[in-house]
């Protein structure tokens, strides 16, 4: 009995030990990634979080991969990167790929005159809509009402706020 409860125990933990190395390792990535382009990886993590909770392979059946890049979107920054043999599905191609898009989307609307604060939820609402889609949004709304944003922000406060302690 003791062997049977023994080997249940085994066969219980060891994935959880197995996906909790992997998860590590993508977090260490994304904040690697999010430094290269002058991001702050709770910003990041925050995105991974709220568009996949740190899922590689979550698909919504348009969007893909752990920050939920879209095919031509991922097609098209992957050529501006040089990724070969693209897979959404790679946390590495995925994590470059969003934290390119996200670098982009700043420095499109910081360009246009915007503080660093309107630009940080212009840059949100852009990941979650494309900058078309934040520009006709924001003919109607007030920029810092986008719940998509102020659902990462939070996501971003809770991470800075258990790194700090």
Request: charged content about 25%.
């Given at each position: ?31 690697e ?10 910003l990041?993590?925050?995105?991974i ?34 990724i ?39 840059m ?25 944003a ?16």
């Amino acid at each position: 009995m003791k062997k049977f409860v023994l080997m249940v125990l085994i066969l219980l933990i060891v994935p959880f030990t197995a996906e909790a190395a992997e998860r590590t390792e993508m977090e260490k990535y994304a904040e690697e990634t999010a430094e290269q382009y002058g991001l702050s990886s709770s910003l990041v993590e925050a995105v991974i979080f709220t568009e996949s909770s740190w899922r590689e392979k979550a698909d919504n059946g348009i969007c893909k991969g752990l920050m939920q890049i879209q095919p031509a979107t991922g097609k098209w920054i992957a050529e501006e990167l040089g990724i070969k043999d693209l897979n959404l599905f790679n946390y590495k191609h995925n994590i470059q790929i969003g934290c390119w898009y996200l670098n982009y989307l700043r420095d499109y609307w910081y360009n246009k005159g915007y503080t660093d604060e309107d630009t940080l939820y212009l840059m949100l609402v852009s990941y979650n809509r494309g900058p078309g889609g934040c520009a006709k949004w924001m003919k109607n709304n007030n920029l810092y009402s986008n719940c998509y944003a102020n659902k990462v922000l939070q996501e971003k406060y809770k991470i800075d706020m258990e790194e700090s302690v």
